[in-house]
């Protein structure tokens, strides 16, 4: 049973940095796509990155293009995000996500996701 598991969320200044881990399990990942979407209060769960696990090309949001990076460690079985320049509306519970498949934005094709993680930035 595939589980992924997001940690390193918490609150930060406007401007500061946070890196999500997502810590994956129960699965052969190697032809996966991982994501990572974000639902803020009162919103739709929108796409924020994506990669496949064995590594390649990366495609982002435009909101967060320049400021967000995906990343994997497979030695660690661990995909990250690391948040920089964050502002007020990057806050949101974020959720790493995994399916069986090529790059996607949509998050209806993630099969599997973490239970989340809040990151909230103050101004």
């Known amino acids: 049973q595939v589980q992924l598991v997001e940690s390193g969320g918490g609150l930060v200044l406007a401007g500061g940095s946070l890196r999500l881990s997502c810590a994956a399990s129960?699965?052969?990942?190697?032809?996966?796509?991982m994501g990572w979407f974000r639902q803020a209060l009162g919103k739709e769960r929108e796409f924020v990155a994506t990669?496949?696990?064995?590594?390649?090309?990366?495609y982002y949001a435009d909101s967060v293009k320049g400021r967000f990076t995906i990343s994997r460690a497979n030695a660690k079985n661990t995909v990250y995000l690391q948040m920089n320049s964050l502002k007020p509306e990057d806050t949101a519970v974020y959720y790493c996500?995994?399916?069986?498949?090529?790059?996607?934005?949509?998050?209806?094709?993630?099969?599997?996701w973490g239970q989340g993680t809040q990151v909230t930035v103050s101004s």
């Open positions: 996500a995994a399916y069986k498949g090529p790059l996607s934005t949509s998050y209806h094709r993630y099969t599997y």
């Open positions: 129960g699965g052969t990942f190697s032809t996966y796509a």
């Open positions: 990669m496949p696990w064995s590594g390649g090309g990366t």
